[in-house]
């Protein structure tokens, strides 16, 4: 079971959109709708951002949006601010367990 | 509110055992799986495996049966993570995360037991 792909790194200004891609197999992320992202600022423990695909918990800013579309999911932040600094994970059901991807630092110019 | 309280940091030599503990509060303990994520100084979650306190119904990733074992007292609403012979290589920050079933994510999240290993 190998982590599920995501660039190391991506960057945007304040006010821009940013997306990252967290790419799978038929076996994780394009075998079920059960895809959610995690954002981590440094030392802290993470924080639930998306869940089945797309939805949002409550006080998630509607800034972060998630889809999906065959292997590879997204996330997508609009309207960058500064606190959304942060390393993300995407996570995936595979079947009887579940499998992160290897994180993506987003840097905020 | 949802609480999960993780046992403090701990510094060991490689060989001896190890068992760290995750108190859930303000929900039904034994209505939820727990799971448990390790993190590498440095790096990426890692998924271990969960426990379902009402049964004691326990799932490991691959990369981590036979390594650890994950178990439960629901009498007191707490999880462990257990080592019978810890490596150098198991030094890390593990975190342990309640998780919804239904869509296999963790929405609340314990604050990380830092685990040290080392001679």
């Known amino acids: 079971q190998s982590a599920l792909t995501q660039p190391r790194s991506v960057s945007g200004s304040p006010g821009q959109s940013v997306t990252i891609s967290c790419t799978g197999t038929?076996?994780?992320?394009?075998?079920?709708?059960?895809v959610s992202w995690y954002q981590q600022h440094p030392g802290k423990a993470p924080k639930l951002m998306i869940y089945?695909?797309?939805k949002r918990p409550s006080g998630v800013p509607d800034r972060f949006s998630g889809s999906k579309s065959g292997n590879t999911a997204s996330l997508t932040i609009s309207g960058l601010q500064a606190e959304d600094e942060a390393d993300y994970y995407c996570?995936?059901?595979?079947?009887?367990?579940?499998?992160f991807g290897g994180g993506t630092k987003l840097t905020v110019l | 509110e949802v609480q999960l309280v993780q046992s403090g940091a701990e510094v060991k030599k490689p060989g001896e055992s190890l068992k760290i503990s995750c108190k859930g509060s303000?929900?039904?303990?034994?209505?939820?799986?727990i799971g448990w994520v390790r993190q590498m100084p440095g790096k990426g979650l890692e998924w271990m495996g969960i426990?379902?306190?009402?049964?004691?119904?326990?799932r490991y990733s691959p990369s981590f049966q036979g390594q650890v074992t994950i178990s439960a007292d629901k009498s007191i609403s707490t999880a462990y993570l257990q080592w019978s012979s810890l490596k150098a290589s198991d030094t890390a920050m593990y975190y342990c995360?309640?998780?919804?079933?239904?869509?296999?994510?963790?929405?609340?999240w314990g604050q990380g037991t830092l685990v040290t290993v080392s001679s």
């Open positions: 995360a309640r998780m919804f079933s239904s869509g296999w994510y963790n929405d609340y």
């Open positions: 303000g929900y039904s303990f034994t209505s939820y799986w």
């Open positions: 426990i379902y306190p009402g049964d004691s119904d326990t």
């Open positions: 038929s076996s994780d992320v394009g075998g079920y709708n059960y």
């Open positions: 089945d695909v797309s």
């Open positions: 996570c995936s059901y595979a079947g009887s367990y579940v499998v």
